[in-house]
C-alpha cells in the first residue's frame, strides 16, 4: 500500500525546485528526505493549544520572482518606518516575497570576511559553512510534520556569518516583506556567531492578508561559539490570514550569550517555540517576548532555555495583552540539566487581560535535574488595577488615555530591549495600534 | 478673579455598605486654606476619595459641587480636568511610565488638541520644581512610584500638583511618614501654591503639618460628620488637649460604647 500523501508536494516538484536554484547535492538531499518524513511525523503539539483544525500544510509554493529594489525611495511609508531614515542603509537585507530584493553590507564587515546574504546565494557561495550548521543541531529535520515540511520547502531566508573575534557594532537588520500573499513563507534564518565575535540582528515580518488564508512556516537557527555574543530582535508582524508556526533555536557554547527581544505581533493564529540550549559552562541567556492578541485569534508562545553547562544563567521574560476574544498561551520552560551546576534558571510572565471574552493563561515551568542550582519564577494572569486607572485618572487623563499608559508600561520592560531605535518605535506604533 | 468654590452638603458615603460619612458640610473657596482634623477612623480619608471619585466608595446622599457644577455626575479625570486635585496617601506604582512622560500627559490632557505644552517649556518648568522640592533630577526618569521611599512619593504628588495647578487640591495625609526636613520642603511647595485662584483643603492627623502651613479654617470630623470649625487656635488647642473636651463639650459618646449601651 502507498502511503497517502496530504501534501499537494511531490519529490518531482522538490527536486526540480532545488535544481532551479543551483542547489548542491546535500541540500537537495535534505529537501528529499524532509518531504519522505514529512507525512509519518506528528504536528507540534503545543501544550494548551489545540491546532488540529488550523492549516499548516495546503499552500501555493511555487512562487514568481519579485522585482528588486533599486532604490528605498520604491517603498512603501509603511515599510520605510522599519529603519532609521538617516541611517546609511548599510547593512539591511529586504526579502520581497520570496525573491531577494535588496542588499547591502558595510565594505569593512565585507573585508572582515562577514556574510549578510540571502539563503540561496549562501547556499551556492558558502555551501560547507552553511551545510555544517543547517537543521542539524538546533532545528531538527524530524522534529515534527512541520519542521520536516520546512525542510523539504524552504524558500527564503537570510545567512549572517562573523568571522572569529569580529565584533560587528552597527545591527544587521532583515526585512521580510511579503508584499503579495500567493505563495507560503517558508523562511530560514542562520546565524552564525564564531568564538570571540558579536553580532545584533534585527528582522521584521510584514503581510497585508487580512482576509486571504496563507501559511508561514520560520526556522531560525543562531549558533554562538565560545565567548561569542548574538543579540536578536524580532518584530513579526504577519496579517490575520497567515497561520504562523516560528521556530527559533539558540545553541550557545563556553561564555557565549544569546539574546532573544521578540515582538509577537502577529494578528492569525501563530504558534511559537523560542528555544536555546546553554551547551558551554558559563553560558548566559534572556530570552524576552511580548505580545498582543486581538480578534479571535488563537496563539501560543513557549520560551524554553535548556541549561547543560556549570555555572549558566537563564532568564525568561514573557508579556502578553489580550484583547477581544483572543486566547493565547504562554509556556515559560527553564531545564536545568543534569551537571549544570551553579546554574540559575529565572522565569517571569505576565498576561494583561483587556476584555471579558479574551483569555490568557501563563504556565511556568521549572525542571531542574541538578541540586546544587538556584530558580525562580513568577506568572500572572490579572486585569488592569482599578487603583491605577483611578490614580492616573485623577491626574485628568481620559480612561483611553490612562490604559495606554499602563499598558505601554506592562511591555516596556520587552519593547525596550529591541536593539534597533526605529525597530522599537514601529513595535510600539504596532502595539498602539492592535490595542486600539 | 476670585477662585472656584468646592461645596459639600449633606454627604453620606458607604464603603461595602458600611456608612463612613454621616452628612459632612463644607465649603472651600479659592484663597482658603482648610485643614481637616480628627482622630483615626472619623471619615478623613473618605471624604477626600469621596471628592475624587474613588471606585469603592459609594455616595448614598448629598451633593458636591464645583462652581455650581454636580461633581458626582463627572468621571474621576473630568473631575481632575473641573480643577480638582487630590493628593494621595497611597499613591499608585506605574511600572513602564516615567514620571516626566506621565506629567506631560496630565498636562496636555487639561489643553486643548494643538495646545499642548511645548517640550522645552515643560522641561524648564519640571526642572524648576524639582529644584524647589529637592528632588534629585533622575525621579522625572524614573518609574512612577516605582520603588519609590515613602518620602518620596509625598514629594511626587506635591510635584504633580505644583505642575498641574489645580483651583482646588485635597491633601490627604500629606505629612504622614515624612522626617521633618520631608515635612518643611512639602509645605514649602503647598505655601508656593497659595493664591486667590487656590482653595486646599489639608486632611491630617496631626498638628505638626500646621506649624508650617497657617490653616484660615480647621475643622474637626469625628464619626463621619464635621463637629467643630474653627480658626487656627482650634488646631492648638487640639495639640495641646486632644480630642476629649470636644466628645465632652458636644456629648460625643464612643460609637462602640454608644453601640454597647443600645
Avoid at chain 1, 564587515?109 to 540571502?118: A, S
Avoid at chain 1, 502577529?266 to 559552562?281: A, C, F, K, R, V
Avoid at chain 2, 505642575?163 to 518643611?184: H, R, T, Y
Wanted: aromatic share 8%; hydrophobic share 40%.
Amino acid at each position: 500500500m502507498t502511503v497517502e500523501t496530504k501534501l499537494p508536494f511531490n519529490q518531482e516538484y522538490i527536486q526540480a525546485f532545488s535544481k532551479d536554484r543551483n542547489e548542491p547535492g546535500w541540500m537537495a538531499t535534505i529537501r528529499s528526505k524532509a518531504l519522505e518524513m514529512a507525512d509519518s511525523l506528528d504536528m507540534p503539539k503545543p501544550d494548551k493549544t489545540k491546532i488540529s483544525n488550523w492549516n499548516f500544510t495546503d499552500f501555493q509554493h511555487s512562487y514568481k520572482e519579485a522585482a528588486t529594489i533599486a532604490s528605498l525611495d520604491e517603498l512603501p511609508e509603511e515599510l520605510k518606518a522599519y529603519f532609521d531614515k538617516d541611517a546609511s542603509m548599510e547593512n539591511l537585507y529586504i526579502q520581497r516575497n520570496q525573491t531577494a530584493a535588496y542588499n547591502s553590507l558595510a565594505q569593512d564587515l565585507q573585508d572582515k570576511g562577514v556574510i549578510f546574504t540571502d539563503i540561496f546565494t549562501a547556499i551556492n557561495e558558502h555551501s560547507e559553512l552553511v551545510e555544517k550548521y543547517y537543521m542539524n543541531d538546533a532545528v531538527a529535520v524530524d522534529q515534527n510534520r512541520l519542521t520536516a515540511l520546512h525542510a523539504a520547502l524552504m524558500n527564503g531566508g537570510v545567512f549572517v556569518y562573523v568571522p572569529k573575534n569580529v565584533q560587528i557594532e552597527d545591527p544587521l537588520q532583515a526585512i521580510f516583506w511579503q508584499e503579495d500573499t500567493d505563495s507560503a513563507l517558508l523562511n530560514h534564518v542562520l546565524v552564525v556567531a564564531e568564538e570571540g565575535s558579536s553580532v545584533t540582528y534585527v528582522e521584521n515580518y510584514i503581510s497585508h492578508n487580512d482576509t486571504e488564508e496563507t501559511v508561514a512556516n520560520l526556522v531560525t537557527e543562531v549558533f554562538a561559539h565560545d565567548n561569542a555574543q548574538v543579540a536578536y530582535g524580532a518584530v513579526d508582524n504577519f496579517a490575520a490570514g497567515t497561520t504562523t508556526y516560528v521556530n527559533r533555536r539558540g545553541v550557545a557554547q563556553r561564555d557565549a550569550q544569546i539574546n532573544w527581544a521578540l515582538g509577537q505581533m502577529n494578528d492569525g493564529n501563530t504558534i511559537s517555540e523560542n528555544i536555546t540550549y546553554l551547551l558551554g559552562d558559563n553560558s548566559n541567556s534572556e530570552a524576552k517576548a511580548v505580545s498582543v492578541g486581538r480578534g479571535k485569534q488563537t496563539q501560543n508562545f513557549t520560551s524554553s532555555i535548556r541549561q547543560f553547562g556549570k555555572q549558566t544563567d537563564a532568564y525568561i521574560l514573557q508579556r502578553g495583552v489580550m484583547k477581544g476574544a483572543a486566547t493565547t498561551i504562554f509556556n515559560a520552560i527553564g531545564k536545568i540539566e543534569h551537571g549544570g551546576t551553579k546554574s540559575n534558571s529565572e522565569q517571569e510572565s505576565r498576561v494583561l487581560m483587556l476584555s471579558e471574552k479574551s483569555r490568557g493563561d501563563a504556565n511556568p515551568i521549572l525542571l531542574i535535574d541538578e541540586d546544587d542550582v538556584t530558580a525562580g519564577h513568577a506568572a500572572s494572569v490579572g486585569r488592569v488595577d482599578p487603583l491605577q486607572m483611578y490614580y492616573l485618572m485623577s491626574r485628568g487623563l481620559e480612561q483611553e488615555e490612562a490604559e495606554r499608559l499602563v499598558i505601554h508600561g506592562f511591555l516596556a520592560p520587552v519593547v525596550s530591549q529591541i536593539p534597533i531605535e526605529s525597530v522599537r518605535k514601529q513595535l510600539t506604533q504596532v502595539i498602539e495600534r492592535k490595542v486600539y | 478673579m476670585s477662585g472656584s468654590v468646592l461645596e459639600i452638603k449633606n454627604l453620606h458615603v458607604s464603603i461595602e455598605d458600611k456608612e463612613i460619612l454621616k452628612g459632612v458640610d463644607l465649603t472651600v473657596k479659592g484663597g482658603e486654606f482648610h485643614a481637616i482634623m480628627g482622630p483615626n477612623g472619623t471619615g478623613k480619608s473618605t471624604l477626600a476619595s469621596a471628592i475624587m471619585g474613588h471606585p469603592k466608595y459609594e455616595v448614598t446622599e448629598g451633593t458636591i459641587t464645583l462652581d455650581g457644577e454636580d461633581v458626582l455626575e463627572m468621571e474621576v479625570d473630568e473631575r481632575a480636568r473641573a480643577g480638582l486635585f487630590l493628593a494621595m496617601q497611597y499613591p499608585s506604582e506605574i511600572s513602564g511610565v516615567t514620571t516626566s512622560d506621565f506629567l506631560r500627559s496630565a498636562i496636555n490632557a487639561k489643553r486643548e488638541e494643538g495646545d499642548e505644552i511645548p517640550l522645552m517649556k515643560f522641561i524648564k518648568e519640571l526642572d524648576k520644581d524639582l529644584d524647589y522640592l529637592d528632588i534629585d533630577q533622575n525621579m522625572a526618569t524614573r518609574y512612577l512610584n516605582e520603588g519609590f521611599s515613602g518620602g518620596e512619593k509625598k514629594r511626587n504628588e506635591i510635584l504633580q500638583l505644583m505642575q498641574l495647578k489645580p483651583d482646588i487640591a485635597i491633601l490627604d495625609e500629606i505629612d504622614s511618614g515624612l522626617d521633618i526636613d520631608a515635612l518643611k520642603v512639602v509645605s514649602k511647595g503647598i505655601n508656593k501654591m497659595r493664591s486667590d485662584n487656590f482653595g486646599c483643603l489639608i486632611i491630617t492627623h496631626y498638628q505638626r503639618l500646621l506649624n508650617y502651613i497657617t490653616p484660615d479654617f480647621v475643622h474637626v470630623m469625628m464619626q463621619g460628620r464635621v463637629v467643630k470649625s474653627g480658626g487656627p487656635e482650634l488646631a492648638k488647642r487640639l495639640e495641646a488637649e486632644g480630642y476629649e473636651w470636644i466628645k465632652e463639650e458636644l456629648g460625643i459618646e464612643d460609637e462602640e460604647t454608644a453601640e454597647q449601651n443600645a
